[in-house]
């Protein structure tokens, strides 16, 4: 089996804080600590020294997370895990994490639903959930140490950053690339496929899908909330596509 990407994703924290009209800033640390439990209030000093221009409530945080075998975990796990030695220490990178404190949410859309319903409460949710749902995002500090929001450009600057100049990497990992427009949890999205196939007229349709996901299926994806791939990184899956037997 190989791994290839199909299009990319950001993961965003998403929060409620009545009259609160600024988008709030976090760090990785922030976040690592709010999930951990270590963070319990608003207006909590590292909270405030990210947002010193904004009249923090003194409100308990409500974390809402992802029970065990989400693929959102997986990413989200490992951006905590980068900005947190802490969090590595304890969770760690995974797609089930065991969650110190919050209440879970089984789908993406339960997430948008009971944060944008239950004031003070914060999750993280796939950029389209955040978006369609017109809930809070928080900009979330990156490796250049500029505070981003994520967007299809701020998306695509992280992949760019990671894959050029070779465009061959297909790297496992976007998170917290380098750039200063790059949206710090950013991630591909992923077929898994036979290298080698015993069935040929099945290995002549998977290769014509493939195709078409890699020239005139990406604009249906952004469509939907994703970012489309960069047109190197297209062109170098295409040729890989043709590997294919």
Known sequence: ???LPVVLIAIVP???LPNVQQELRLSGEVLAAIFLGDIKMWNAPQIAK???DISLPNLA???VNRPAGKGSNYVFTDF???ASAKFRSEIGVTPSPKWPVGTAAERSSDMADKVKNTPGSIGYVEYQYATKNNISQAVVQNRSGKFMKATLP???AA???AES???KNFSASLINTPGADSFPITSFTWIYVRSRSNDASRSIALNGLLEWIYTDGQQYAVEEGYAELPPQLLAALRRKVKELQ
Do not use: G
Request: hydrophobic share 40%; proline share 4%; charged share 10%.
């Open 1 to 3: 089996m190989i791994e």
């Open 14 to 16: 998403i929060y409620n």
């Open 154 to 156: 701020s998306m695509i």
């Open 165 to 167: 100049p070779n465009w």
């Open 159 to 161: 992949c760019q950053y």
């Open 50 to 52: 990210l947002n010193s």
């Open 80 to 82: 905590l895990s980068k």
């Open 61 to 63: 945080i409500q974390v």
